[in-house]
C-alpha cells in the first residue's frame, strides 16, 4: 500500500475539521490554505468524502464543510479506502475487494508463500488504521 496524494490531502483537511468539530465550518478555500492544498484538487477530495458519508457541506456565506460522525468514530482506515481503495499490498489478500491471481503457480494449491506474508502485511496495516481516529490523529497520540 502506497499512501497517494489525494489521501495525504484528506487526511490533512480532515484534520482542520476535526480541530472545528462541532464549533465551526471550515470552506474549502480555507482549509487549503492552511493545509498547502490546490484548491482545486481539495474539492474533489472534499467530494468524495462527502458522497462517502464523512462530510456534510452547506452553502452561502456562513457555509462550508464539516465531520458529519465525531472525530473518534472515523478512522484513518475509512478515509484511505474511500480515496485509494483497499489497503491489502495484493489483491488476492484483499478483505474488501478480493481478486484471484491469474499467473501464480500457487492458485490451486493449499497456501501460497507470498499470499501469506502479504496477508500479514495486509492485517498490520489495517490493524493500526482501522483503530487510528481522527481524534487520536489530531491530538498526536498513538491508537489507544
Known sequence: ???SKKSEYALRALLELTLVHGKATLQRHEIAARQH???EFLEQILLALKRAGLLSSRRGMRGGYGLLKSPEEVTLGQVIRVLDGPLAPIG???KTAYQKCRDCPYTDKPRCP???????????????LDHYTLADFA???PRG
Not at 507470498?114 to 493500526?128: L, P, T
Open 139 to 141: 491530538a498526536g497520540s
Open 1 to 3: 500500500m502506497k499512501l
Open 114 to 128: 507470498v499470499q501469506h506474508v502479504m496477508g500479514a502485511v495486509r492485517d498490520a496495516i489495517a490493524d493500526i
Open 37 to 39: 492544498i490546490p484548491v
Open 92 to 94: 488476492c489478500v484483499s
